[in-house]
């Protein structure tokens, strides 16, 4: 499933759930790069970067590499901290961090 280089709209429904969010997982950290300079380039206002737990640092990584190397003038303009409960495969709940970012032009 570790496909660069697809378009946002072309993400399968568990990377991207909304026209304005883009869930980060495990893939390429540039491919999630490549979906927000595309949403960026279609003409969005604002994209918001979502992740959980070890993904956080690679939606942070995201956000730096769009706003340092593609699209000048990029801020943050809303950071989202929160704690999510999950439920585990045994069926247990379990708390898990989870970050929103969004990004404006």
Do not use: C
């Amino acid at each position: 499933m570790e496909e660069s280089g697809q378009q946002p709209e072309m993400l399968p429904s568990s990377e991207r759930r909304s026209d304005d969010t883009i869930y980060i997982g495990k893939k390429d950290v540039m491919s999630y790069v490549l979906a927000v300079v595309t949403q960026f380039n279609q003409g969005a206002n604002h994209v918001k970067l979502k992740a959980r737990g070890n993904m956080i640092s690679r939606a942070v990584d995201v956000s730096q590499i769009v706003k340092n190397r593609f699209i000048q003038g990029l801020r943050i303009t809303n950071f989202d901290a929160t704690t999510e409960e999950l439920q585990s495969e045994d069926g247990s709940m379990r708390k898990v961090s989870s970050l929103t970012l969004t990004l404006e032009k």
